[in-house]
């Protein structure tokens, strides 16, 4: 079951590749890209993290060529 996932997955990236669209690997695919950021709180500082556009596929998560 799991290998047929996997290849219908290279299989589905090797037809975006032929019309000359890659996933993006900044976002592998997604659009989104999450950004470690430290913010605060009234109790002091904590990890915390912002979710973004991704900037170099501009959030649509392929790159054409």
């Known amino acids: 079951m799991a290998r047929d996932k996997r290849d219908t997955a290279r299989r589905e990236e090797a037809e975006r ?8 690997p900044h976002c592998r ?7 470690p ?15 973004t556009d991704c900037a170099w596929c501009g959030g649509g998560g392929a790159l054409t060529s």
Do not use: I, M, Q, S
């Not at 695919?29 to 950004?35: A, N």
């Open 17 to 24: 590749e032929n019309r000359g669209v890659r996933t993006c």
């Open 29 to 35: 695919g997604t659009g989104r890209k999450e950004v």
């Open 37 to 51: 950021r430290l913010e605060r709180d009234r109790d002091g500082h904590f990890d915390g993290a912002e979710v």
